[in-house]
């Protein structure tokens, strides 16, 4: 197709999410929102009568009936792999809301449909709205560490708590915080971006400790305090604590390397470089105690720059128009950062170390048992307004 025309585009599932990007991208040129999909038909009559558009009740009558060539999926999470493996299948490009899947096995089922619709749609597109590595110290973190200014790296430990939830959050929907409906709890809602993030950085470890709280702070049947700890093969050794029950909550990184580190908190990288390596000093040194000669310095970040979902979807945009191009986050990464997720949890369910690649058989039916035994009794509060100001997301 021409670059100059415009990509027919649908979205599926018109909540909090879907009602969102519907806002910019009937804004875009390089876009027609040709369609709108919701099981619930209020919602699709709804768009559909404000953005001037179809509305469609089923995502197969969508793909059949509208012409789109690109989706874009907002759905509850275990609708994302049958949405996203129909779409390869009619070759429709898809840009889908993370997480890629609720367990590992989805994950793959999904990136195999996609590579299999490649063989007869060599150009097809897959990305996920992963928009945090478009966050200019985001960026800047990971030119620092592929530039191996820190050398070689010993320690990167995460502390995000800036996902504080009363109640009244978990009780505002009927699938929200339940293995059934949402498959887990902050590691599957607030963390996915952040588990890409350590993926994307660091990349994956090769073994894993997890402990996991099931509703620890909050009536829910799924986890709300996580802390890992990860082991990679060039030795480094990684920590990552959340929480939804810490107010005021932190988001404070720290990478260390053998000529120094990095800290990033409150929208500021500061960087404590030494003179020389450490690792040279340990082995060296004709001192018992002492510090590695060192000084620290802002580094400067340019945050006039856009950012966000616009920017994702601009860019998967882009790519389909011009038959190629890469994305800010391709669709077969999305197993990665799941993969820290499900090993996390297993290792909590088990109390084991669990090695990479994991069972991800074992996790499924982990999954499935907890679906099958849940009590559960949740209470749903319709009249809820949503305040996330100070949260993260």
């Known amino acids: 197709m021409s670059s100059m025309s415009k990509v027919k585009l649908g979205v599926i599932g018109l909540g ?15 876009v027609e929102v040709v369609a709108v999909c919701d099981v619930v038909n209020e919602k699709a009559d709804k768009a559909a009568a404000l ?6 009740y089923s995502h197969k009558e969508l793909f059949d009936k509208s012409g789109i060539e690109a989706v874009l999926i907002a759905v509850p999470h275990y609708d994302h792999t049958p949405i996203s493996i129909d779409a390869f299948r009619k070759g429709i490009h898809v840009l889908c809301e993370k997480p890629i899947a609720v367990h590992v096995n989805d994950a793959q089922k999904t990136i195999d449909a996609y590579e299999s619709a490649k063989e007869h749609h060599p150009n097809l597109m897959f990305g996920l709205m992963f928009q945090e590595r478009t966050y200019p110290h985001h960026k800047k973190i990971k030119d620092i560490l592929d530039g191996g200014e820190l050398g070689k790296l010993i320690r990167a430990t995460w502390i995000n708590t800036k996902w504080f939830r009363s109640q009244l959050y978990y009780d505002s929907g009927e699938w929200r915080a339940t293995w059934a409906g949402e498959g887990g709890g902050i590691l599957t809602n607030q963390c996915p971006h952040n588990l890409d993030l350590y993926q994307w950085l660091f990349g994956l470890p090769s073994r894993i400790n997890g402990f996991a709280h099931i509703g620890k702070y909050h009536d829910i049947e799924v986890e709300d305090e996580v802390t890992a700890y990860f082991e990679h093969e060039n030795g480094m050794v990684g920590h990552f604590i959340v929480t ?3 107010t005021p909550g932190s988001n404070r990184m720290e990478i260390v390397g053998e000529y120094g580190k990095l800290v990033y908190e409150d929208n500021q990288i500061v960087f404590y470089r030494t003179r020389e390596s450490m690792l040279r000093f340990i082995k060296e040194s004709q001192s018992r105690m002492g510090n590695v000669e060192n000084w620290y310095t802002e580094i400067p970040v340019n945050v006039n720059v856009p950012t966000g979902h616009q920017v994702v979807t601009e860019k998967f945009i882009e790519a389909i128009q011009n038959g190629g191009g890469t994305l800010i986050a391709h669709g077969t990464e999305g197993i990665n950062g799941l993969t820290l997720a499900n090993a996390i949890m ?14 991800a058989d074992e996790y499924e039916k982990k999954l499935g048992e907890l679906i099958q035994s849940s009590k559960y009794k949740k209470t749903v509060r319709q009249d809820v307004v949503m305040d996330i ?4 997301g």
């Open 389 to 392: 100001s100070y949260s993260q």
């Open 16 to 30: 909090g999410m879907g009602s969102s990007h519907l806002k910019y991208l009937t804004q875009m040129e390089t």
């Open 51 to 56: 953005y001037h558009t179809k509305a469609y």
């Open 346 to 359: 297993l290792s909590s369910f088990n109390d084991q170390t669990i090695k990479l690649p994991m069972d």
């Open 244 to 246: 939804t029950a810490e």
